[in-house]
């Protein structure tokens, strides 16, 4: 069964460093989204896409986030100027209908210090 | 916007006895209702949803029901398993958003054999 991938597995930075997290979507899917996960917490919302334009964010998804799909496979989450709050699970996930997301990745663990 | 209560935040069930997962929601526009799992250390996994228009969905031991004039909606799980023991998460969409999710805190799900 296809799955969502995801890279790196734990991406660590120093503070005010950019990352690029990394997915590729199940082939057939055509909603792509990313959630965060602070440990122990909530999976919180930070934004869907579609058609190759932002379809919603949340107040998470500041400035200082961008999505981009940079070929037919990869779809990729850019943080510029990473804070510690930052530290987090980041599921990418994607889904074939508009329903929400149906198939998570597992996960890039995103270590600030 | 919405907001989502899930309770308990864990659940200690006996192999074989059922479990009960309630959650409730605040916003009367939303209309679609996802349960997901989640192992330790693993990525989200959806296991049943609902849609407004619908009261109840079941799939082998597990099931869902959906109380829109109360707002809130339950996950069933009966003669439980070891397997069955993870944290599982509720979620409603964001009033009739199709993309944007708000999740529970999640339940954590004791199997005692």
């Known amino acids: 069964e296809p799955e969502v991938t995801q890279t790196p597995s734990h991406q660590v930075t120093q503070m005010g460093q950019e990352v690029i997290l990394r997915c590729v979507p199940i082939?057939?899917?055509?909603?792509f989204y990313w959630y965060r996960q602070i440990l122990g917490q909530k999976v919180e919302f930070l934004v869907s896409?579609?058609?190759?334009?932002?379809?919603?964010k949340s107040e998470i998804f500041d400035d200082q986030f961008s999505v981009e799909r940079p070929d037919g496979s990869n779809f990729t989450l850019k943080i510029r100027s990473t804070k510690l709050e930052d530290s987090a699970m980041y599921f990418c996930?994607?889904?074939?209908?508009?329903?929400?997301?149906?198939?998570f990745g597992p996960g890039t663990r995103l270590t600030v210090t | 916007g919405e907001n989502v209560e899930q309770h308990p935040s864990t659940l200690s069930v006996q192999e074989g006895d059922s479990a009960v997962i309630k959650c409730t929601y605040s916003d009367s526009a939303s209309n679609y209702f996802p349960w997901y799992k989640q192992e330790l250390g693993k990525r989200p996994q959806l296991i049943i949803d609902i849609r407004s228009n619908v009261g109840e969905k079941k799939d082998q031991r597990i099931a869902v029901t959906l109380n829109k004039t109360a707002k809130h909606f339950s996950l069933h799980i009966t003669e439980t398993q070891p397997e069955d023991s993870a944290v599982y998460f509720c979620a409603a969409s964001n009033g009739d958003s199709n993309y944007q999710l708000i999740w529970g805190a999640g339940t954590k799900l004791i199997i005692k054999p």
């Open positions: 082939s057939n899917h055509l909603y």
């Open positions: 996930a994607s889904s074939e209908y508009q329903v929400g997301p149906g198939s």
């Open positions: 896409f579609y058609n190759n334009e932002i379809s919603e």
